[in-house]
Nanobody, 126 residues
Framework: QVQLVESGGGLVQAGGSLRLSCAASGRTFSSYAMGWFRQAPGKEREFVAV????????YHSDSVKGRFTISRDNAKNTVYLQMNSLKPEDTAIYYC???????????????????WGQGTQVTVSS
C-alpha cells in the first residue's frame, strides 16, 4: 500500500513557476513508477509526466514538454514536478500517482496507475 500527499499548488501569474511535491509513504516507494496527471473543470483527467522507479527514464506530454520536469528522490520518498512558463491552460487539479511497474511504457492512462493522491490546485492567471 502506498499513500500519496501532494503539496506546492497555488495561484501564479502566467509565465511564472511552481514546484509540486508528492510525499509517499511505504518502504517500497523506489519500486514504483510515479506519475503526474491533471484535471481541469469539465475535462477528463489527463497525463502530464511519468518517471521510472530508478529515475533513469522520464516522459512528458507534448503539452508540457520543455516547460515541466518530473524528478524523484527515492531517499526522501518524494516525486516532484517543476513547472515553468506556466500558462492559463495549465490551470487544473494536479494529481500524483504510483504504478507497480518497472517500466514507464504505457503509463499514460489514468487506469494504469494503482494509487492516487488527493490532488493540489494550480491556478494560472492571465
Amino acid at each position: 500500500q502506498v499513500q500519496l500527499v501532494e503539496s506546492g499548488g497555488g495561484l501564479v501569474q502566467a509565465g511564472g513557476s511552481l514546484r509540486l511535491s508528492c510525499a509517499a509513504s511505504g518502504r517500497t516507494f523506489s519500486s514504483y513508477a510515479m506519475g503526474w496527471f491533471r484535471q481541469a473543470p469539465g475535462k477528463e483527467r489527463e497525463f502530464v509526466a511519468v518517471i521510472s522507479w530508478s529515475a533513469g527514464l522520464a516522459y512528458h506530454s507534448d503539452s508540457v514538454k520543455g516547460r515541466f520536469t518530473i524528478s524523484r528522490d527515492n531517499a526522501k520518498n518524494t516525486v516532484y514536478l517543476q513547472m515553468n512558463s506556466l500558462k492559463p491552460e495549465d490551470t487544473a487539479i494536479y494529481y500524483c500517482a504510483a504504478a507497480r511497474s518497472r517500466t514507464i511504457v504505457g503509463l499514460t492512462a489514468p487506469r494504469t496507475m494503482d494509487y492516487w493522491g488527493q490532488g493540489t490546485q494550480v491556478t494560472v492567471s492571465s
